[in-house]
């Protein structure tokens, strides 16, 4: 009898257990984990979420996410179709920026993109960004006011200038986010400015490097790699060499397909920088 008692205790046990785990299986993952949440806005019924690995937008390349959840169900959408408009208001003057497509991810009810801000906010000049999205057949826009600021640390991570050949182009960094003493991945993204809305990639050019510490008599580093266009990513990639933690100027010159300079010098005894440099302190 004792025996029996066990075994039926072992089995409701056996059950209990099982039910616990179906349901844990029936627990939906957040995609966004591990993501802040940017800034939402409410519109048509919906609510349209930013999601960024960065606490804010700032100047340079920003990768974001965006979901769009129905206020009435709480359910997000999925699979809809989602474009942007980011517009920087000046006094004078109004500008887009650098920006992807949006594509959906692996999670349909997420679809991911990346701006490139050139400039901050202030008090009389802002940003904002008009999104337009279709569900059922049906199209929405939605427009909100952002805040983009300056990087916490100050340093320069893009560019925007003038080439020797009259066009305007912007060069931003996007990686390394987390420099170390190694030899890191680096990575760029070059654009020209056909008008004040349309910044196309440039493709095929080089961006050579040539990393200096201007507190240890500016000394460079080994084993740097110039970049070059990958055309899978669209991005400029190569190798940056850092030996030793501090602040460090990578100097860059701009080449056409013609080996043509069209920003930048070489740092010499008699000129320490570059006129085109990123910046990095870590």
């Known amino acids: ?7 039926f205790t072992a089995i409701i046990l056996s059950t209990i257990f099982v039910s616990c785990s179906s349901d844990d299986d029936e627990i939906i993952a957040n995609p966004m984990e591990g993501f802040n949440l940017v800034t939402s ?23 974001v996410y965006i979901r769009i959840k129905d206020i009435g169900s709480k359910s997000y959408v999925s699979q809809s179709e989602i474009s942007w408009m980011p517009m920087m208001h000046m006094t004078q003057m109004e500008h887009s920026c650098p920006k992807s497509t949006l594509t959906i991810t692996e999670d349909k009810t997420v679809s991911k993109g990346f701006m490139v801000f050139q400039m901050p906010g202030n008090a009389d000049e802002y940003w904002d960004i008009t999104i337009t999205y279709t569900i059922n057949g049906e199209e929405f826009t939605a427009k909100k006011t952002i805040d983009v600021i300056s990087p916490a640390d100050g340093k320069q991570k893009i560019s925007t200038f003038m080439g020797s050949d009259g066009t305007r182009y912007v060069l931003t960094m996007t990686a390394p986010t987390e420099p170390k003493v190694a030899i890191n991945d680096f990575t760029a993204m070059l654009f020209k400015m056909e008008n004040m809305m349309t910044f196309p990639v440039v493709e095929d050019y080089k961006i050579t490097i040539d990393p200096r510490m201007p507190s240890m008599g500016n000394h460079s580093s080994p084993n740097n790699e110039d970049l070059s266009y990958d055309a899978a990513s669209k991005m400029y990639k190569g190798k940056l060499s850092l030996t030793m933690t501090g602040y460090w100027k990578i100097n860059l010159k701009l080449l056409n397909e013609s080996q043509e300079v069209l920003k930048g010098e070489d740092v010499t005894v008699d000129n320490l920088e570059s006129s085109l440099f990123f910046e990095i302190e870590f």
């Open 1 to 7: 009898m004792k025996t029996i008692k066990l075994i």
């Open 41 to 63: 806005f409410d519109a048509n019924n919906h609510s349209i979420e930013l999601y960024s690995k960065k606490n804010d937008f700032n100047i340079g390349y920003n990768e």
